[in-house]
């Protein structure tokens, strides 16, 4: 294979493992000039480390602009020569690979459209079979962590040896705040499955617009990601594609000093990482908890339908208690006080009563 011998190369390697690492350029690579000029108004910024381009463009509709294709590879060599800046691309097929590596491109990564495919995840795993290259990969479009764990396994008996996660958000139906809901309790499962994968944010695709691209920046870096990938453009309003979520090299520069990195203090720094993460997974349980309750419910209304056909009581004291006397027990090994199995379990059981109401009414 032509490109069996490439290795990474220093400068890569050094953007690779830079904390946090901050990946930024158009959605699409659209002309030479605005390759370039991005590029350079990127590396003038001084806080940029690698340069992204889509060059082949997964579209929902047939007629939206695709992509330039492998003819914006070249454009790409350019601005890294100029710049200094490696470079990394969306592959989706073993072809795209291979034009990807002809042109030196430095870092490849998975975009979520093609995380979803097992085919199309094998056959660009097949393909860097023998390349010594980087490889980001977004998580797939649905919440599905498997997906995503499938599609790193992929790539890593492909014998890729550096891989990392993008945290991309995913996509829910109907309108939302965001254009992909970040979920951030998957992520984080996500990561501490992988704890040797770095993880880094795009904001970009999560939010869909820009004026919250900040706060989803310092949500991600609260909870310790290892940097971000944000789509920048020369000239936003006018870009082919996510002209909406785009930002000029210097708002993202405004925009990365607005974040607050690093206390001074480490141990502070540690604590609120921690904290976040900790709330992060009370927000997942709490909603866990709201979907049992909600199940609980009906299961209350089946038992309503039941109390009416057979002309029984809806309040039978002797279940009641029966009820209270297990939580009790429970509690006890729980550390759940008397007092707040009471409160709790009294408040349950008056919605259950009305639920079974809504059923006798009906
Ligand atoms: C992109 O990065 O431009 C892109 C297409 O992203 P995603 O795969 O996350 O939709
Ligand atoms: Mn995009």
Not at 5 to 28: D, F, M, Y
Not at 192 to 200: D, F, M, Q, S, V
Not at 235 to 251: F, G, L, M, R, Y
Request: one cysteine or more.
């Amino acid at each position: 294979m032509q490109t069996a011998e490439k290795h990474v190369k220093e400068s890569t390697q050094k953007a690779w493992n830079k904390r946090p690492l901050i990946i930024s350029g158009p959605c699409s690579a659209e002309t030479e000039e605005q390759v370039i000029e991005t590029a350079q108004r990127l590396a003038a910024t001084g806080k940029v480390d690698m340069l992204r381009a889509g060059i082949w463009k997964p579209r929902t509709k047939p007629g939206m602009f695709e992509g330039v294709g492998a003819k914006g590879l070249p454009w790409l060599q350019q601005a890294k020569k100029i710049t200094g800046l490696p470079t990394t691309v969306e592959v989706a097929t073993g072809k795209q690979v291979q034009d990807a590596l002809t042109f030196d491109v430095d870092v490849l990564w998975i975009g979520a459209r093609t995380t979803v495919n097992p085919f199309s995840v094998q056959e660009v795993a097949d393909a860097l079979r023998g390349v010594d290259v980087p490889v980001l990969i977004k998580n797939p479009i649905n919440p599905d962590l498997e997906l995503w764990s499938g599609a790193v396994e992929r790539v890593a008996r492909a014998g890729v040896k550096q891989i990392g996660l993008i945290h991309r958000g995913f996509h829910t139906y109907g309108n939302t705040e965001y254009r992909n809901a970040p979920m951030w309790h998957l992520a984080i499962e996500m990561k501490r499955r992988n704890p040797e994968l770095p993880i880094i944010n795009d904001p970009s695709h999560i939010c869909g617009r820009r004026d919250i691209l900040k706060d989803v920046s310092q949500r991600a870096i609260d909870l310790d990601f290892d940097g971000l990938m944000i789509e920048s453009h020369i000239d936003p309003d006018k870009a082919w594609s996510d002209a909406k979520q785009q930002i000029t090299p210097e708002v993202l520069a405004e925009m990365l000093d607005s974040i607050i990195w690093r206390k001074e203090d480490i141990n502070s720094e540690e604590y609120h990482a921690a904290l976040e993460k900790l709330r992060q997974q009370i927000n997942h349980l709490d909603d866990e908890l709201m979907q049992i309750l909600g199940q609980r419910m009906k299961i209350a209304e089946k038992i309503g339908e039941y109390k009416r056909d057979n002309k029984i009581t809806i309040l039978q004291t002797n279940r009641w208690n029966e009820i209270l006397e297990r939580a009790f027990k429970k509690g006890d090994n729980l550390n759940l006080s008397h007092e707040f199995i009471t409160k709790y379990f009294d408040a349950v059981h008056m919605e259950s009563i009305n639920h079974q109401k809504k059923v006798l009414d009906a």
